[in-house]
């Protein structure tokens, strides 16, 4: 079974920057650390979306697919493209804004996509910090990262009760006052400590 892990990146992640940090450095310090976390797990292929930021070739590794979509809502549908329209495949979409996501987080997902079609890793806030599921995207499923209350939505429009299942949930990194929830005793995120310290 062939497995991605994508972050999307998305310009409006910028804002979360504090006061004296650059935006930009900001949004590719933190896409370049979440980034490193899906493509340091095992039997995954990493893939970076972009939705409207150029540049993020710089930080990919050798051989990472940079797929342009325009909108989050395109996610998903860019997903078997990058892994040759194989069938059978998962997928898991990281939103970029989680640079200290314990990747174990993310393993948790796709062990849930043995008994549901699609698994949310819930944000502290609302909406999502990771999307797992079966490729193609089951039709009934369009998993909006900022929807305040997406794993209600999504078992509303599931065709069956158990579809839908849910992890451990993570913060991301919305608002500049976000930054204090990244937890300096955690390994990684080293891009962004560099820049916030």
């Not at 994508?6 to 804002?15: E, I, S, Y």
């Not at 989050?72 to 329209?85: I, K």
């Not at 490729?135 to 599931?158: E, I, K, Y």
Request: hydrophobic fraction near 45%; charged fraction near 20%.
């Amino acid at each position: 079974m062939t497995r991605v892990a994508a972050v999307l990146v998305t310009a409006g992640m910028a804002d979360a920057a504090p006061p004296g940090i650059d935006p930009h450095e900001f949004l590719m310090a933190v896409a370049e650390d979440t980034y490193e976390i899906v493509a340091g797990l095992e039997f995954v292929e990493p893939v970076i979306l972009s939705a409207g930021v150029p540049g993020l070739d710089e930080i990919a590794w050798p051989g990472t697919p940079v797929i342009s979509v325009d909108s989050p809502a395109e996610a998903f549908a860019a997903l078997p493209y990058a892994v040759g329209g194989d069938g059978g495949a998962e997928g898991v979409v990281v939103s970029a804004d989680a640079p200290d996501l314990p990747p174990l987080l993310i393993g948790k997902l796709f062990r849930a996509l043995g008994r549901a079609e699609v698994a949310v890793c819930p944000a502290e806030g609302g909406g999502a910090v990771a999307v797992a599921a079966r490729l193609p995207l089951p039709g009934w499923a369009d998993p909006d990262f900022d929807d305040p209350d997406l794993v209600t939505r999504l078992r509303r429009q599931a065709p069956g009760r158990r579809m839908v299942a849910t992890g451990p949930g993570w913060h991301r990194l919305r608002k500049p006052v976000d930054v204090a929830r990244l937890d300096p005793g955690l390994e990684g995120w080293e891009n962004t400590r560099l820049l916030l310290s």
